[in-house]
């Protein structure tokens, strides 16, 4: 079977409501306490607490989720608490990825909850001495409608923890939901304010040291020499240690460690990779893009359309190098134990966590506790583990607590990459109808760079955003082009199919101006007839598509004429045949420097459980898009050039634009939205770029 990112995902703690780990033993039931499963707890003082099994890093799960389970047993949120799960036997997948989580959760949680309250019906209704069906739940209390009688959770907790769960409990329908679809404030919003929400940064333990890794500048490279007698001359220094990964330094701060870790004087031994650079893997890609590659969808015979086309349309887009830059780096405290080893990091893969810390010490994997508090970004970099893994070597080496953290210089040149790639795109033209279509990729492979093998899924995988090009285009040809590459590469928001979808909506709007027509009714006839289509390995709800595209043309105006040195771009994608984004760009170019003055955004994600959180991923992902604009890694000498934000190139606050959004109302199964805003966003720009100034951009980062 081909493996995918989202198979991977799956089988690595990411998974959907198929891949989500719970038990429901045989233990004697606690009267004190309603527990349906592993999910859910209802206490006698009628207070329901959830549990989280996915990490919080801005995205609002720890809002979205716990709403779903107060719906459905009927709780008033202000009686709603939550606990972050950890792994064990009740959580063996607590993987966060794919953008996945309200998905993967909204069945189990719903079924859970939906438990927990026909239980607490029938407890009131064996004490009334009435049929279970004449009673309803909600608002933390039982009711019966005939006699207006009425007993609160808390009260019915004991007899109702006796009962059997029932297995297919009946579900609200969304006619019914008091609570989801309603903005709700986040639920660590106020302590995220006041400072006491707990961050990997603000763990502190009795006696523990901080440790900062002085790291190789080449990757792959690895310490010959240093000078330990220095570094342990500076204030606070307790310890020099040799890792895997560099020369720790332990002190009685970061800064500390910081400071002595410069002060080492590392003689390093850069390896076979020190002549590395992107401008020469830049014309290898270029190379790879001019030849024939690996076929990833044909439909047709598209080479015999290209040849016989009247006309035809050509170009090349260049994609960058891409570095998460989380606003916090990566940390991680370790304490190892003679029975055990207790770990605290900010991460997407806790399971994945344990397991790797319990092979490299050498214990089983129940007796490594891995503790989650929120994550200040994730994007795909904490999906690897390897921050954690070295603060657990750390820590076993100096037999004491040890909290690792890296700098932002660490963080930036120490990344798992979003590779560069390259898109050679050909169509034909016959009177304004699109004839044929290639689509060619040209980049390293992230899912051969993360599993560390090859397999069959790698073509799929890396054409994603290219394959599923809904547009019906009767002979059509999309290939990879693999490039080998020592780089580490990571899934990154949006992984292949920002690149893919840039390359493609940019060249959507390229032959819409070939043939003369307006980019909005080119695409729409392109769609063809609403209805569901089968695309590549994806089903694509196109009327879906559609009406996206139509609501985000008619909120920006497109109709009428751009104020004067304006231009209006648009551009859609329907991520992963789950969630339906179409953006509209608004932009200018004042003192030669691009201005975004606009982005409408319309978005179908199915039930909209928290708008105003789904509202939050929207603008994050928008701003991230706008970020990839202008940022970029770039290799001299097998070194990373940029050291921090400043050189990175990433949006600022200063540039900041209007977002308005707008949610498409669905009682289709909620979808996620995580990362489907940021795909269209670079197209749509460039697009407004090209209206504005008359010239096309397809290599990026913007100068």
Same mark, same amino acid.
Not at 306 to 327: C, G
């Given at each position: ?51 989280? !099994? ?34 064990? *036997? ?47 739940? !909600? ?184 570095? $998460?830059?989380?606003?916090?780096? *990566? ?265 975004? $003055? ?106």
């Amino acid at each position: 079977m081909a493996t995918t990112r989202r198979d991977f995902l799956k089988l690595a703690g990411a998974g959907t409501a198929l891949a989500v780990g719970f038990r429901v033993d045989g233990r004697a039931p606690d009267a004190a306490v309603l527990r349906p499963d592993a999910w859910l707890r209802v206490t006698r003082d009628g207070r329901a607490t959830v549990t989280v !099994g996915k990490s919080e890093m801005g995205q609002g799960v720890r809002t979205a989720l716990p709403m779903i389970a107060a719906e459905e047993l009927g709780v008033p949120w202000s009686q709603v608490d939550l606990v972050q799960a950890e792994p064990g *036997p009740d959580f063996k997948d607590l993987g966060t990825g794919g953008s996945n989580s309200i998905e993967g959760l909204w069945q189990p949680l719903r079924r859970s909850a939906a438990a927990a309250r026909e239980m607490l019906i029938a407890a009131a209704a064996a004490q009334w001495g009435v049929a279970p069906a004449s009673c309803q739940a !909600g608002q933390g209390a039982v009711r019966h409608g005939a006699t207006g009688r009425s007993l609160a959770y808390g009260r019915l907790v004991s007899a109702a923890a006796r009962l059997p769960v029932p297995k297919d409990p009946p579900l609200k329908p969304a006619s019914a939901y008091q609570l989801l679809g309603k903005p709700t404030p986040r639920y660590d919003g106020p302590r995220i304010v006041d400072g006491s929400a707990r961050y990997g940064l603000d763990i502190k333990l009795p006696g523990m040291h901080y440790a900062v890794v002085a790291r190789c500048p080449v990757m792959g490279g690895k310490a010959k020499s240093w000078n330990a007698a220095k570094a342990m001359g500076q204030p606070g220094v307790r310890a020099v240690v040799p890792l895997r990964t560099g020369v720790a330094v332990l002190a009685d701060s970061t800064y500390q460690a910081m400071t002595a870790a410069a002060a080492l004087e590392v003689v390093w031994d850069e390896g076979p990779l020190a002549g590395f650079s992107s401008e020469t893997f830049r014309a290898r890609l270029e190379q790879l893009a001019a030849m024939p590659g690996q076929p990833a969808r044909t439909e047709g015979d598209a080479a015999r359309a290209l040849a016989a086309a009247p006309s035809r349309v050509t170009a090349q887009y260049v994609f960058p190098w891409q570095a $998460h830059a989380t606003l916090e780096p *990566p940390n991680c405290v370790a304490h190892v134990r003679g029975d055990g080893c207790e770990i605290w990091t900010g991460c997407q893969l806790p399971n994945e966590v344990q397991s790797l810390v319990a092979r490299l010490l050498g214990l089983p994997p129940e007796t490594v506790r891995v503790h989650v508090p929120l994550l200040g970004g994730g994007f795909g970099r904490r999906l690897s583990s390897d921050y954690a893994v070295e603060a657990a070597e750390l820590a076993r080496a100096v037999k004491g607590p040890v909290q690792v953290v890296w700098t932002r210089q660490d963080d930036i040149q120490n990344d798992l990459y979003h590779p560069m790639s390259v898109h050679r795109l050909e169509a034909g033209l016959d009177h304004g109808v699109v004839t044929g279509w290639l689509h060619r990729v040209a980049a390293p492979s992230i899912l051969l760079s993360w599993e560390g093998h090859r397999s069959p899924g790698i073509v799929t995988e890396e054409t994603n955003g290219a394959t599923d090009v809904p547009y019906g285009i009767g002979n059509l040809r999309v290939e990879f082009a693999e490039a080998a590459c020592h780089v580490p590469l990571g899934w990154w928001r949006g992984v292949e199919s920002v690149s893919n979808v840039f390359a493609r909506e940019c060249f959507m709007d390229e032959l819409a101006a070939a043939a003369g027509r307006d980019p909005l009714a080119f695409r729409l006839d392109l769609l063809g007839d609403p209805g569901i289509r089968q695309v590549a390995n994806k089903r694509v709800d196109i009327g879906r598509l559609q009406r996206v595209l139509r609501l985000a043309a008619d909120r920006a105006d497109w109709g009428k004429p751009a104020a004067p040195g304006r231009g209006r771009g648009i551009a859609c994608h329907a991520y992963d045949g789950r969630t339906y984004v179409a953006h509209v760009a608004e932009v200018s170019v004042e003192a030669g420097k691009l201005r975004v $003055h606009r982005v409408v955004a319309a978005v179908d994600c199915g039930l909209v459980l928290n708008p105003s959180g789904a509202e939050g991923q929207v603008e994050s992902g928008i701003t991230w898009g706008l970020s990839a604009l202008r940022s970029a890694i770039t290799f001299k000498d097998g070194r990373v050039q940029q050291k921090s934000f400043n050189d990175l190139g990433v949006w600022e606050m200063g540039d900041a634009t209007r977002i308005d959004i707008h949610l498409v109302p669905s009682r289709e199964p909620p979808t996620g939205i995580g990362e489907p805003p940021v795909p269209p966003l670079i197209p749509a720009v460039l697009n407004a770029l090209h209206a504005a100034t008359g010239k096309r951009t397809r290599t990026l980062p913007i100068a």
